[in-house]
Each structure stands twice: as structure tokens, then as C-alpha cells.
């Protein structure tokens, strides 16, 4: 069975700083890996996924994860935040060779951008 | 930009009731699924849907539960008898094709009282 856990249920970070938030998971089996994020009474929308090839992803916004096999990792980055980043943010594993293509979540984390 | 809709955004029932909520998923997408989100609590998946059958259920998706794309635009969940643990948010989500990564639609909250 594959898990998600998410460090940090709430991350306040000043504007223009830079923020990383921390994903980890557990599986034995190879996965794929995903960021989403949801603003307020709105659905999740996909920042950016590793399905394979450079560790290092770019997604949209100004985002980027980076997959670290060794430490089971797939913590987002951003240079510098800004006031409309405030949102939860969620990390998603599936297990490419499950039929039904589920998304085992984690339990989010709340970014609030501070001015 | 194409978008999963889902209807109603917001629905009450009393508990015993059966509830249908709605999902138009994107035109040109195969796969659907079914995920919730109780307030305070992860997002869980419930059921994924391909070739008009089930391709997988969790745990949570028991009989009470059912899933349909009755006319090759929208894909349903129905809830047979609703309990007072089924109000969540319901997010529909579609694909085209597997691990592409989905596109949700808003959600719906469910409120069973």
C-alpha cells in the first residue's frame, strides 16, 4: 500500500521569500508523483507530475519538485512567493502499473503569503 | 482551457435520501473517477471509471454507491441511502489517459443532515 505524508499542515512565509514544501512517501513499488493545489472553493488543479527522466520537474506558477528516490521524496519549491500562491497544496502518488490509476493524497498543507 | 463541471456545487439531503451528483467530465478524456474530501481530512479516492465499467473501488465505495456515464457526456454518483459520514466535498475528476495526470472539477459539498 502506497502513503503520503505531508510535514507541514500550515507553512506562513513572507512575500518575495522562498518556500519548500515537504512531501514523503512510502511505497514498494515504483511511483508517479504529483503536486496539486486548491484555492479557496475552487477543484485541485495539477502544479506538475514526475512520470520519469530528470528528477528535477518545473510545473506552472513558477514551481518545482525535485524526486529523490534514496529519501522517498517530492518536496515543492518556489523562489519567491506571492500573495496569490496562498492555497493548499497537496502531494499525490499513484502506482503506474495499477489498472484504476488511483491517487493516494496526503492530508495537504495550507501556504499562507504574508505582505 | 477545457474544464470538468460538476453540478450542484452545493446539495442538502436528509439522511436516509438518495443523492445524485453531476459530472461533465472533459469531451475527449476515457478515464473518470470519483474522490472526497471529509472536512479536515485527506482527499480519498473512491472509484475510477473506464470503458463504462469500474477499473477500481476503495474500501469506502460500498454498495451504497454507484457510478454511471448514462449518456456519453455525464458521469454520475449515486448514493443509495445517505448516512451523516457521507457529507464531504465530492470531487469528479477525468483524464486521457492514464497517469496524464487529472483535471478536477470543483467539487460538491454534500451536507446530510
Known amino acids: 500500500a502506497q502513503s503520503v505524508t505531508q510535514l507541514d499542515s500550515q507553512v506562513p512565509v513572507f512575500e518575495e521569500a522562498p518556500v519548500e514544501l515537504r512531501c514523503n512517501y512510502s511505497?514498494?513499488?515504483?511511483?508517479?508523483l504529483f503536486w496539486y493545489v486548491q484555492y479557496p472553493n475552487q477543484g485541485l488543479q495539477l502544479l506538475l507530475k514526475y512520470l520519469s527522466g530528470s528528477t528535477l520537474v518545473k510545473g506552472i506558477n513558477g514551481f518545482e519538485a525535485e524526486f529523490n528516490k534514496s529519501q522517498t521524496s517530492f518536496h515543492l519549491r518556489k523562489p519567491s512567493v506571492h500573495i496569490s500562491d496562498t492555497a493548499e497544496y497537496f502531494c499525490?502518488?499513484?502506482?503506474?502499473?495499477?489498472?484504476?490509476?488511483?491517487?493516494?493524497f496526503g492530508g495537504g498543507t495550507r501556504l499562507m503569503v504574508k505582505p | 482551457e477545457p474544464e470538468v463541471t460538476q453540478t450542484p456545487s452545493h446539495q442538502v439531503t436528509q439522511m436516509g435520501q438518495e443523492v445524485i451528483l453531476r459530472c461533465v467530465p472533459i469531451s475527449n478524456h476515457l478515464y473518470f473517477y470519483w474522490y472526497r474530501q471529509i472536512l479536515g481530512q485527506k482527499v480519498e479516492f473512491l472509484v475510477s471509471f473506464y470503458n463504462n465499467e469500474i477499473s477500481e473501488k476503495s474500501e469506502i465505495f460500498d454498495d451504497q454507491f454507484s457510478v454511471e456515464r448514462p449518456d456519453g457526456s455525464n458521469f454520475t454518483l449515486k448514493i443509495r441511502s445517505t448516512k451523516l459520514e457521507d457529507s464531504a466535498m465530492y470531487f469528479c475528476?477525468?483524464?486521457?489517459?492514464?497517469?496524464?495526470?487529472?483535471?478536477f472539477g470543483s467539487g460538491t459539498r454534500l451536507t446530510v443532515v
Open positions: 499525490a502518488v499513484s502506482d503506474p502499473n495499477n489498472a484504476g490509476n488511483m491517487l493516494t
Open positions: 511505497s514498494s513499488v515504483s511511483v508517479y
Open positions: 475528476a477525468s483524464s486521457r489517459t492514464p497517469n496524464y495526470g487529472y483535471t
